[in-house]
């Protein structure tokens, strides 16, 4: 009989930046970031709620997180959150006199949107009459909801094996993380500039867990957390979808003590977290997924029998 015990793997960390940024359901935590050097920001923790105040334009401020085990990828390019809606002018001093026969009360401008093609070069610049000059758009909201999402940095999986201490050759060792992350994760991000203000939320849920178990093999896709092991419940009474069979020991991987009797496969789990918006207008898109991963080893044995 094999004595199941747990262990728990990971941890965490958040990181916010200068976006107003509301995290739901959960304690947030927000970094000492600096300001848009627009505007300049703050931002105050309530316990589940971290608010930042915004500037207008200028240059993201920066943060950190703390902890280990995390890697988190995806659209985390960062940039200006006031992207523009097309058409977009802004001064052009450098355009010189007005055209021919144009009325001298106005300036030149450029259509920032038209800049980079032929038909741009051709007309991106234009005579726009001082009383007719165009307000600035709004920020888009597509480039507010991948700001937002940027900021947000999700907690990597804690992991769970069973059994436990060691996994042994032929014998189903169950993998899972903590379900309390599986669920989604929202933020709502505001970005103004002289046209307006943009509020838009974004929403991480999770979608599926890749376990990479380190002896060479495909790796197991689970679409769900795992289920807990149950040493109150006969083997035979429960199931699992996410599980691992070893076909050979660990013996001759590295050891995470140095002692060769503790070698070990290292073990990887990585959430894939699906990504959309909703913008104020009732607009809608899907943003690069975010991954999020926690690691660990197993020591793996061959159990030996002996006939008589």
Known sequence: MLNNRFVRFGCGGASLGVLSIMLLSHPAFASGGGGLSGGGGNCADSGNTVGCSAGTGGSNGSGSSGGTGIITTGDHSGGSAAVPTCPNYVPYPQGGPPPAGENPNGSWYLNTCAVGSQQGMATGLVWIL???????????????????????????????????????????????????????????????????????????????????????????????????????????????????????????????????NDAAFPIIATVDWNVSWVGPDGSTGQLAAIRTQGTSTLKVEQIESVLK
Do not use: K, R
């Open 130 to 260: 001082t009383s007719q000059i165009p307000p600035p758009a709004p920020p888009d909201p597509a480039g507010v909801a991948a700001e937002a999402a940027s900021q947000l940095q999700l907690a990597p999986p804690t992991m769970t094996f069973s059994p436990a201490t060691n996994a042994y050759v032929n014998f189903s060792e169950w993998l899972w993380i903590d379900g309390a992350i599986w669920h989604p994760f929202t933020t709502s991000a505001t970005a103004c500039n002289a046209g307006g203000c943009t509020t838009v939320a974004a929403t991480a849920t999770p979608d599926y867990v890749t376990w990479e178990t380190g002896d060479a093999t495909p790796a197991t896709v689970c679409y769900g957390p795992g289920t807990p092991y149950n040493p109150d419940v006969s083997y035979s009474g429960q199931s699992t979808q996410c599980s691992h069979t070893y076909a050979i020991s660990s013996y001759g991987e590295p050891s995470p003590t140095g002692n060769p």
